[in-house]
Each structure stands twice: as C-alpha cells, then as structure tokens.
Nanobody
Framework: QVQLVESGGGLVQAGGSLRLSCTAA???????MGWFRQVPGKEREFVAA????????DYADSVKGRFTISRDSAKNTVYLQMNGLQPEDTAEYYC????????????????WGQGTQVTVSS
C-alpha cells in the first residue's frame, strides 16, 4: 500500500517557478512515479514520469525544457521542478505511482495523491 501526499502548489506570476513534492508513505523504491494535471471540464493530462531504478524520465511535449521530474528515494519523495510557468499550466496537479511505470505513464497508476493547485497569473 502506498499513500501519496502532494505539496508545493500555489499562485505564481507567469515566468515564475514552483517545485511540487510528492511524498510516499509506504514502500516506494520499486515504484514508477508520475505527475498529471487537470483543469475543470478537461481530461487529466500527463505531465512527467520517472521510473524506478535508473530513473528514466519522460515528459509531455508541452512541458519539455521547462519542467524536471526527479526522485529522492531516501526521502520517499518525487519532485516536479516547474520553471517558466505560463497561465496554461494552471491546473490541479496530481502525483501517481505504480510498480509498472508504463501504467503510470498511461494514467493507470494504482495510487494517486489528493492533488495540489497551481495557479499562474498573467
């Protein structure tokens, strides 16, 4: 069983930065992790994922070069560093985990956090 808690969301001006954290309670080291985002009335959107072990990363085209996903297994935490934020990045951001990183990437992760709101003003 893995419980995920996100933090780090907030209000930031366009061009600014935020770092989201997702801390896992429970077994974490063998899990792939990912970040998704959702705005009301739209489908949940993949943002980034990182595998267990070698930490292979994958990003949505819309965030490549601006966002960086990383993990600290000693702290049971995965991070999403978001730079160059734009108003279109405004969303509720969710952390996901699964033993199968491909499942995380496909939005089918077994475990999900409660979300943290990111709002980018123009």
């Amino acid at each position: 069983q893995v419980q995920l808690v996100e933090s780090g969301g907030g209000l930031v001006q366009a061009g600014g930065s935020l770092r989201l954290s997702c801390t896992a309670a429970g077994t974490f080291g063998n899990y792939g992790m990912g970040w998704f985002r959702q705005v009301p009335g739209k489908e949940r959107e993949f943002v980034a994922a990182i595998s267990s072990g070698p930490g292979v990363t994958d990003y949505a085209d819309s965030v490549k070069g601006r966002f960086t996903i990383s993990r600290d297994s000693a702290k049971n935490t995965v991070y999403l560093q978001m730079n160059g934020l734009q108003p279109e990045d405004t969303a509720e951001y969710y952390c996901a985990a699964d033993i199968n990183t491909a499942a995380v990437r496909g939005g089918r992760g077994r475990y999900w956090g409660q979300g943290t709101q990111v709002t980018v003003s123009s």
